[in-house]
């Protein structure tokens, strides 16, 4: 059975991340169903060719077996809360000690990685008793982590308006100068949700950041608004999770979808549920929000803290959902942890191309269908770099043995 911890390569068979040395990905099968090589070399895919026609460039190039996996652009996780991963067992309230916080982010980072999300967009408490602490810690997790992933931080105030939100407000903007590059929140908490987002959308114009937002509000008057507020603002708006939206009269949603897409948002949904603040029982309405023109991505949420105990920070988890609860086709869910992930942000597109990112995943399997439902065995690429790897192996035995499994393309006992 899989073993849940990334086990990035040996220093000796792979380079530092100064000095790449070129990598061939050896007969891949891509979803088209080509059978591939994939060489890269500088960060990028150099070239893409049918099986055996490539070589690695240069006498440090290495060659790593793919036969038997399929090989995808890498998933990004949109929705991750790097300050409070990992604390479902701790005894008594979540400890925002720096060195806590900077150990639970980075491993939670690296349990993501080894799932496949080379990018991880991580929502951080700003304010209250944590002040900017727990922004630092994951700020230094980021750090430590370069090379492996990339990791970015949402800094996220509780209270704006009036009084009380004045202190928040000043530690918004300290947190931009501090080194969050996304500025968010969640304006159902403040007494003025309004005076919220204006001040959000104001400190994001001062510093050219994106905004991300929760909400889980079922009031589409305020949904709209919020939309209309945010949408005109680059360099891009995401919200999420709006789960509202499916305990809304079907017209009711279908008019407030139409405003979001006018709006020009990205919705992140929690197929997966368990955020604070969000509602466990469902999900935003993805295929009518994707039949009103929104783009919708999908993020893993709480990993294993008090709001989803069990949580796996697994996009591909996510896009299984997406296809078996929601109804959407593989190709769409997928995409929607990885191409739409990475578009909501502001990361490049990637395909399995000459010229494009090299932030890949490989999973052990025939077609994506199959890779969703038994995503075991996964090889995660980086900026051209092998960064993890996950195997499985299954027996059957009895009391005269084991058994024999009759699979040769994966090999014995080996399962996708």
């Known amino acids: ?11 000796s068979s792979s ?13 891949a099968r891509l979803t088209d169903g080509r059978t591939v090589d994939v060489r890269l070399g500088g960060g990028r895919i150099e070239a893409v060719g049918t099986a055996g026609s490539l070589a690695p460039a240069g006498p440090r190039g290495v060659r790593v077996d793919l036969a038997g996996h399929l090989l995808l652009p890498a998933p990004a996780e949109p929705h991750a809360h790097g300050d409070t991963a990992l604390t479902a067992d701790a005894a008594g309230p979540v400890s925002y000690d720096a060195t806590d916080v900077q150990r639970r982010a980075t491993e939670a980072t690296l349990l993501q990685l080894g799932h496949g999300a080379t990018a991880v967009r991580a929502h951080v408490r700003v304010g209250d008793v944590q002040g900017l ?7 230094r997790a980021r750090r430590a982590l370069r090379g492996l992933a990339e990791l970015t931080t949402v800094a996220v105030p509780r209270v704006l308006t009036g009084v009380a939100g004045a202190d928040g407000l000043a530690m918004l903007r300290d947190a931009v100068k501090m080194g969050a590059s996304v500025v968010g929140g969640c304006p159902d908490l ?34 709209a608004r919020l939309a209309a507020m945010a949408g005109g603002l680059r360099p891009g708006v995401t919200l999420g999770p709006c789960a509202g939206l499916s305990r809304l009269p079907s017209d009711l949603a279908s008019r407030t979808a139409d405003q979001l897409a006018a709006a020009g948002v990205t919705v992140v949904c929690l197929p997966q549920g368990g955020c604070a ?15 009103a023109g929104v783009r919708v991505a999908a993020g893993s949420g709480a990993l294993r803290d008090v709001s989803n105990p069990v949580g796996r920070g697994d996009p591909l988890e996510a896009a ?7 109804g959407l086709r593989p190709e769409e869910a997928y995409d929607a942890v990885s191409s739409s992930a990475r578009a909501a942000m502001g990361l490049p597109e990637v395909r399995v191309e000459a010229g494009f990112p090299a932030e890949l995943l490989a999973v052990r399997g025939e077609g994506l269908a199959g890779v969703l439902s038994l995503a ?23 009391s005269a043995g084991s058994v024999e499994l009759g699979l040769p393309r994966q090999g014995r006992g080996e399962v996708s």
């Open 277 to 291: 603040g969000a509602d466990r029982r469902g999900a935003a309405p993805v295929r009518l929000l994707r039949a």
């Open 320 to 326: 299984y959902l997406l296809a078996s609860r929601c």
């Open 190 to 223: 403040d007494p003025d949700p309004t005076g919220y987002v204006e001040a959000v959308l104001e400190v994001a114009s001062e510093h050219g950041c994106p905004v991300d937002l929760h909400t889980d509000a079922d009031d589409p008057a305020r949904l």
């Open 133 to 139: 602490g727990a922004l630092g810690a994951v700020l």
């Open 376 to 398: 075991y065995s996964r090889v995660v690429v980086h900026g051209g770099r092998v960064v993890a790897r996950t195997s499985a192996v299954r027996e059957y035995g009895n």
């Open 1 to 11: 059975m899989p073993d849940s911890q990334p086990q990035p390569p040996h220093s």
């Open 15 to 27: 380079p530092g991340p100064a000095e790449p040395a070129s990598l061939l990905l050896c007969g």
